[in-house]
């Protein structure tokens, strides 16, 4: 939608003059002028969309679970535990919450606003854009439609296109149980999704690497567009001295070999002392065994690598440092077996890059303060684990550092608390979702003020002229006890 | 200026923003600054706008001491951590929202209300523990001057500095990375700021502009209702944010409209408005020049007459004005009030759904119902009702825009939560491991059916909790029982 300079103030909803043929428009034009008419609002039928998307989840699981066997050789267990069952408990509590999410907030008033009425109201922002990534992909499509829906948007739904069998599922299926005046699923690769961009929508959700980020949010400038940018990073997990190392090998590589190590909040290297990583070693190793057996390539509980790419990327990692449990992998499967490398050079690609593989890093250091230190000079990152006996410990870690979320001696179990938001900060993001946090996400909040329409005589001292007496009056009313206010 | 924005992020590093006495030190020192140098700060705000000392006091100084003791009084317990509800699997662990400082955040002011603009944000920013770079606006030079001045000699002069100059050093500045930036502006340079923010991903708070609109229903009190807009309309010259920059009306209601603001004028600002003390100046040439140029072939209710020497419109009036025309194409961010004529209040509704989100709506009625209508059916950043500007007035309302009016929002807490990181955090024992085997592979349907069981039933907390109690105070019970025998 270009605008003459800052000029124009009107808007052409369906005029795109320099995009030509571009292929969304008609969609796009279709889901705007449905929000126009005004049917999201609503409370019923925002409900009935949260149930029809319930449905959905309940009717197709065995086509959802084939999907993800497909894409990530995802486990029943695993996917119920990380795809269907977190997104159903997100539509369980929009559904039992609608009401009193979308209610006005009452706002407290002051002195001079005692007879008034003032609350906000939670608004949905209009036509918004959810970009989902391959690797959760039911839960990242899925968990952000539902705050989106519950807060009363049409949505266009972006799946990614390298978890093809999901995609396919949500592009096909999914639709037939929506109204799909309010919600699309548009399909595509980076071409598309560039062309996708060049729209406006009033609200864009994207899940995703930190490169692709800023692509997003440089688009979305040219809007004036909001964004949440769920992104990743290097999830340090610092293992004290003083702990169990069984226990916290067992906790450590259960989040990191989950999804064969496709989570953005897994953590993604360890900080120990060289006395520590020799006890951790072989604990780790007595885990893997016990996790996925002797041959963890036949094991149904570990996931594969997602397409090719990937795969040939995280074997090149492989050759960083000296490995010391672990290391195999078979191209054809995409398969790579837990690993845990020592021995790493933090120049090394291996703790350059967010590793998102069954890769697991040791780097030494001598205590928490250079931990901490370490940490510290690198990007925040999304996720930040410390494992120790002692709570001093694991509190100034938490102190001392920044990150999108903190796990004390454990994983990502943060992730099951829908009472938590979840979101990263500086490059691991912006922005956060999850349960209420979605549809705060999804709305504007719009300050309303209803002052009485009579009762003129008290608004007689803000008016000019300013007599010395009103300024006077003025100065010692409002000097310096009550809030903002004339 | 990277060598200034390196040292304000050593002094971050350091780490000494953090502790709540030094913020609430720091938010004290801030205090004495007003109070003890009020003559200067008002003289700068004054010569820049051309604004009486009251009314830079009532509309800048007055708003700066209110957010500076709301935050004293409810620092202390915003920087606590907030423990959140827990579910079965994490009952027994530590699960709360731990409020962090973001880094080094930039804030960039606006010429129209100098002080304020900078200030507020600034106590913001300095409670939730960052380290902070001001850029005021270079039009309104005075008190640009003001705040380089005045702000080191009470501020930690590593972790607060102010950074002045034009398009030039702006744009450099936004070369640099930032924990979050916060711009008050306009919609051209919003865009810019936040391109150069996406090159870092720094998160932005966008509080710009847009033409607000004020309907005036048929079923109101004409007289009440034009002194109010009359107020927030030519307070500061017209150059507010959210001032009302148009009205709608059946035009049937015009003339009484232009009469009765023109009464209010005058008893406002006397019969010879320039002479008047409490009425200002537009800012500079450029921007008199343009708003000028927005009164060719309108109707001129009254009011039009300008002075180019001092900067001087008179409040002006325009009716029956042709939507299609210069003066309903940009925000005015003057002391002209166009009023385009509507049938009825469908009409206003989509008049204004037609364009740009605007920073706020007004309505005037007596009907309530008609008040609700027109925040259900439109959005804005803001709405009053019945009044105009007061929104603002709340600290406890997030004030912000939507659409091309801006994003994000601040105002009291709404700046404390904007310049921090709510950081989830969740900590368990290391004890324990015999219930973490659950979800241990090797897996079987049953630990499906089990992991069901605990992260979907959630209603079983309370049957549980309760159950729990029952048991604990049986063993209570048991347990006195054993004491006395």
Not at chain 1, 173 to 187: E, G
Not at chain 2, 347 to 370: D, G, M, Q, T, W
Not at chain 2, 398 to 410: D, E, K, N, Q, R
Not at chain 2, 431 to 436: C, D, I, L, T, V
Request: proline share 5%; hydrophobic share 40%.
């Amino acid at each position: 939608m270009s605008k003459k300079g800052d000029g124009s103030a009107v808007k052409d909803p369906g005029a795109e003059p320099t995009l030509g043929t571009n292929p969304f428009e008609g969609t796009l034009r279709r889901l705007r002028e449905a929000f126009h008419s005004g049917c999201t609002r609503p409370a019923e039928f925002r409900a009935e969309q949260l149930r029809a998307l319930g449905r959905f989840l309940q009717e197709n699981k065995q086509l959802l679970h084939d999907a993800l066997v497909q894409d990530l050789h995802k486990s029943a267990f695993d996917s119920d535990i990380s795809e269907l069952i977190i997104c159903q408990n997100e539509i369980n509590l929009a559904l039992k919450n609608l009401q009193a999410w979308m209610k006005d907030e009452p706002g407290s008033t002051n002195l001079f606003t005692k007879l008034d009425s003032a609350f906000v109201r939670k608004e949905p922002f209009g036509l918004v854009l959810i970009i989902a990534p391959w690797n959760y992909p039911v839960n990242l499509n899925l968990v952000p439609l539902v705050g989106a829906l519950a807060a009363g948007n049409c949505v266009v739904l972006k799946p990614s296109e390298i978890s093809r069998g999901t995609e396919k599922v949500l592009a096909e299926v999914l639709p037939q149980y929506l109204d799909q005046r309010c919600f699309a699923v548009v399909l595509g690769g980076p071409e598309e999704m560039g062309q996708l961009l060049e729209h406006k929508f009033d609200y864009i959700f994207f899940t995703g690497s930190p490169r692709v980020g800023k692509i997003v949010m440089t688009a979305a400038a040219k809007h004036l567009t909001p964004v949440t940018l769920e992104l990743g990073g290097k999830n340090p997990c610092y293992v004290d001295d003083d702990c169990d190392p069984q226990i916290v090998a067992n906790r450590v590589a259960w989040f990191r070999y989950f999804n064969a190590g496709q989570t953005c909040v897994a953590p993604d290297y360890l900080l120990c002392s060289p006395e520590m990583q020799e006890r951790l070693l072989p604990a780790l190793q007595s885990t893997i065994t016990r996790f996925y057996g002797d041959d963890p390539q036949s094991s149904p509980n570990l996931g594969r690598i997602i397409n090719q790419k990937h795969f040939q990327r995280l074997r090149a990692l492989l050759g960083c440092g000296r490995v010391a449990i672990g290391g195999q992998s078979d191209e054809h499967d995409r398969y790579i077996a837990p690993t845990v490398l020592v021995d790493v050079q933090e120049a090394e690609p291996v703790m350059q890059e967010e590793i998102f593989g069954p890769i697991l890093p040791i780097m030494n250091v001598r205590g928490m303060d250079e931990a901490i230190e370490f940490i510290n000079r690198r990007e925040k990152p999304l996720a930040l684990y410390a494992f120790s006996n002692s709570s001093q410990v694991v509190n100034q870690m938490l102190e001392r550092t920044s990150s999108g979320s903190f796990g004390g001696n454990d994983g990502f179990m943060y992730m099951t608390l829908l009472s938590l938001p979840f979101g990263g900060v500086g490059h691991s993001g912006m922005g956060r979702y999850r349960g209420k946090f979605t549809f705060d996400t999804f709305s504007h909040h719009r300050a309303c003020l209803l002052c009485p329409a009579g009762l003129e005589n008290l608004n007689d001292i803000r008016y000019p002229p300013y007599s010395d007496r009103v300024q006077q009056l003025t100065r010692w009313a409002l000097g310096s006890q009550s809030c903002t206010l004339l | 200026m990277e060598r200034e924005v390196q040292r304000v992020r050593q002094a971050f590093l350091s780490g000494r923003s953090r502790p709540l006495r030094f913020r609430l030190q720091q938010l004290e020192a801030l205090r004495r600054m007003v109070q003890e140098r009020e003559k200067d700060i008002l003289a700068a705000i004054c010569s820049d706008l051309c604004k009486s000392e009251f009314n830079a006091y009532s509309q800048e100084v007055i708003s700066v001491l209110g957010e500076i003791d709301f935050m004293l009084e409810n620092l202390p317990e915003w920087v606590t951590a907030k423990p959140v509800k827990k579910n079965l699997l994490t009952m027994l662990d530590e699960a709360y929202l731990q409020p962090q400082p973001l880094g080094v955040v930039l804030i960039i002011g606006a010429w129209n209300y100098p002080f304020l603009l900078i200030i507020q944000p600034l106590i913001g920013a300095i409670a939730a523990g960052n380290a902070v770079i001001i850029k005021p606006s270079e039009l309104s030079e005075n008190t640009a001057t003001i705040l380089a001045k005045l702000l080191p000699q009470y501020l930690d002069q590593d972790l607060y500095i102010v950074i002045n100059g034009g398009v030039e050093e702006t744009t450099e500045l936004l070369k640099q990375r930032f924990d979050h930036i916060l711009y008050t502006g306009n919609t051209t340079v919003g865009k810019i700021v936040m391109e150069a923010a996406a090159k870092h991903l720094t998160p932005v708070t966008l509080e710009l502009g847009g033409k607000s609109p004020c309907y005036i229903d048929k079923d109101c009190d004409l007289d009440i209702v034009c002194r109010r807009i009359t107020w927030g309309k030519y307070m500061n010259c017209g150059q507010t944010c959210i001032a009302p920059d148009y009205i709608l009306c059946e035009a049937s209601l015009q003339n009484q409209i232009v009469q009765k603001i023109k009464e209010t004028v005058k008893e406002f600002y006397g019969e010879n408005v320039k002479e008047s003390p409490d009425y200002e100046r537009i800012i500079n040439r450029r921007h008199f020049k343009r708003i000028l140029s927005l009164l060719e072939g309108q109707k001129i209710a009254f009011g039009g007459e300008t002075d180019e020497a001092t900067r001087y419109i008179a409040p002006t009036v325009l009716t029956d004005v042709d939507p299609k025309t210069k003066v309903m194409q940009e925000e005015i961010f003057g002391p002209v009030l166009p009023i385009v004529p509507v049938n009825n209040v469908d009409e206003a509704i989509n008049f204004i759904n037609e364009r740009e989100k605007p920073l706020a709506l007004y309505v005037f009625s007596h009907n309530n119902k008609l008040i609700k209508r027109m925040i259900d059916e439109t959005s804005s950043g803001g709405v009053t009702g019945n009044d105009v500007i007061m929104h603002f007035m709340l600290n406890s309302f997030p004030f912000g825009g939507v659409g091309s009016s801006g994003m994000g929002a601040y105002h009291g807490k709404h700046t404390f939560d904007t310049f921090s990181h709510q950081r989830p955090c969740l900590l368990k024992s290391l004890k324990r491991e015999g219930a973490n085997k659950l979800r241990y592979p090797p897996n079987s349907q049953s630990k499906v059916d089990w992991g069901k069981f605990f992260l979907l039933k959630r209603f079983n907390k309370e049957k549980l909790g309760l159950l729990l109690l029952t048991f604990l105070g049986i063993v209570a019970a048991v347990l006195v029982k054993a004491e006395y025998y």
